[in-house]
């Protein structure tokens, strides 16, 4: 259209309306929005007020006839629960929008906003705007009420077990299942010799935490039932469910000597590996050639070999001298170099070792590392019998040691901590074994100082009794690793916000 050209204004006309005769915008009902509102009103008929059953145990709705559904106050779940309990009227009207409005949480008391719009007088859409009012009944859901008549009353078990001689693997996965809250629905988790024993209601939630378990850990498991009763007269049965998952008893940082068929299927790797991290799949290092391969958990269990040696096995070296001999490569975010050093043991500096090893880009004259004396171990491995004529290291090195730069703050608390799970701890040991336990913690707590990839899927948490004049800045590579505090800050609020909840409760 040319610029230039006249355009004619538009005006929208006005009519008055025939109640009261003031001057409107047209409508089919010809009535102003005030007095069409006094003459229909859209939500006659409509529930202000509903009864709904809450459990006070579990924080769970009663969604008729028998579902319990387990909602947060102002959630999502909620106010999708309490929309749905107005079903049957909200056919009558078209709901635009839903929002809470606040109550006094201990008020068991719940309103919910909506508006709604209905077609009225010729056509006219009126839009209205009302308040429901949930009020709160008290009353336990089926397996709370089981729960509380008797607390062993339980319907599923799973029983997880290693068979190594340290528990490092269950304080890693106690804070997976905390961080993905996997054994929420347990009612009781008592602590066993190498394992750990879960309790739930019922058996879909056992079946569901038997399958988180195969996501995070190499995992094989088996079921079976025990009858408890049965009714002739309805054919009903009552059985208890049992889950047995063993975890695979290779562990990070373990020696391992591939059995020839499996090395033959990694493509000739090894046969003296390093594993150096185990999720659902178990990552092999070989140290000499720096070959990375992935055992996932079917071809794991299909040989079921062991570790030749173990972390509890690791001696303490002093390193002389350093020459690297190859680049730096990165295998799955870790860096390593290759490297000839020359060695001693702490506890014997007769005999030096002459070796090679893959941590060349941390490792500098003066250092200490920690690795497996293979001159002096005495080995009854049967696949390591299987190689004739292997060339057998003196020593592999498995990582640096900081353990002499840690005697000058032993005894000063950390800047972060962690949750545990609320378990029944077996006290039937004796103090040998709680220090045992209390050592094995520390020991875990400093490989997730040493290695971030080992806290990636972890929760760390702000410690309060950590003094911030005790804060030592991490500025060179000589000092002991830390947790940085930007990676405790995601947590901060929640820490507080629970410490408002405990004095709340106080």
Not at 217 to 240: F, I
Not at 293 to 319: A, I, M, N, P
Not at 426 to 446: I, P, T
Request: aromatic letters at 8%; proline letters at 4%; a neutral charge.
């Amino acid at each position: 259209m040319d610029a230039n050209m006249f355009v004619v204004p538009q005006t929208r006309g006005t009519v008055l309306c025939c109640k009261c005769g003031i001057s409107m915008a047209p409508n089919p009902a010809n009535m102003c929005v005030t007095c069409l509102r006094s003459e229909v009103d859209i939500t006659e008929g409509l529930r202000k007020h509903v009864t709904i059953m809450h459990c006070p145990e579990c924080s769970s709705y009663l969604q008729p006839p028998k579902t319990w559904i387990k909602a947060q106050l102002e959630s999502k779940e909620l106010l999708t629960f309490c929309v749905k309990r107005l079903e049957t009227d909200l056919k009558k009207v078209r709901l635009v929008n839903a929002e809470f409005i606040w109550t006094e949480p201990h008020s068991k008391r719940i309103k919910v906003k909506l508006k709604v719009q209905k077609e009225v007088l010729n056509g006219a859409i009126l839009e209205q705007s009302y308040v429901v009012e949930y009020v709160q009944q008290d009353h336990m859901c089926e397996s709370c009420t089981r729960f509380q008549a008797n607390p062993d009353q339980w319907v599923a078990s799973v029983q997880l077990r290693q068979r190594v001689s340290h528990r490092r693997t269950f304080f890693y996965l106690e804070q997976v299942i905390l961080k993905h809250d996997a054994a929420v629905n347990a009612i009781k988790i008592k602590q066993m010799d190498q394992g750990l024993d879960f309790f739930f209601a019922n058996r879909s939630h056992a079946v569901k935490f038997v399958e988180f378990l195969g996501k995070v850990a190499p995992t094989k498991s088996r079921h079976d039932k025990q009858l408890v009763s049965h009714d002739p007269k309805n054919n009903s049965y009552n059985y208890k469910y049992t889950f047995s998952v063993e975890i695979s008893p290779i562990c990070r940082e373990d020696l391992i000597c591939l059995p020839p068929r499996v090395a033959a299927s990694l493509g000739n790797l090894g046969p003296l590996v390093i594993c150096t991290k185990v999720t659902n799949n178990i990552t092999l290092l070989d140290p000499f050639t720096l070959r990375q391969c992935f055992l996932d958990t079917d071809q794991y269990w299909r040989h079921s070999f062991k570790s030749l040696l173990g972390s509890r096995q690791l001696v303490e070296y002093d390193v002389f001298n350093v020459e690297v001999v190859s680049p730096e490569y990165n295998l799955g975010g870790a860096k390593y170099v290759l490297a000839d050093v020359e060695v001693a043991r702490v506890t014997d500096y007769g005999k030096l070792f002459y070796i090679r090893t893959h941590l060349g880009h941390i490792l500098k004259p003066g250092d200490r590392a920690l690795g497996y004396d293979l001159y002096g171990a005495n080995s009854n491995d049967i696949e390591l019998d299987k190689y004739r004529g292997l060339n057998i290291p003196e020593a592999i090195l498995i990582k640096k040691s900081y353990e002499e730069k840690r005697q000058k703050k032993r005894g000063k608390p950390r800047s972060w901590k962690l949750k545990s799970l609320d378990m029944e701890l077996d006290e039937s040991k004796g103090r040998a074994h709680e220090e045992k336990m209390d050592s094995e913690y520390e020991e875990f707590l400093r490989d997730l100082e040493e290695n971030p990839e080992l806290r990636f899927n972890l929760s760390l948490y702000r410690n309060k009794d950590y003094q911030p004049s005790e804060m030592v800045s991490v500025s060179d590579a000589d000092d002991v690793p830390s947790v940085a505090l930007e990676e405790l800050l995601a947590d901060l609020d929640l820490i507080e916000q629970e410490d408002n909840e405990d004095s709340m409760r106080e």
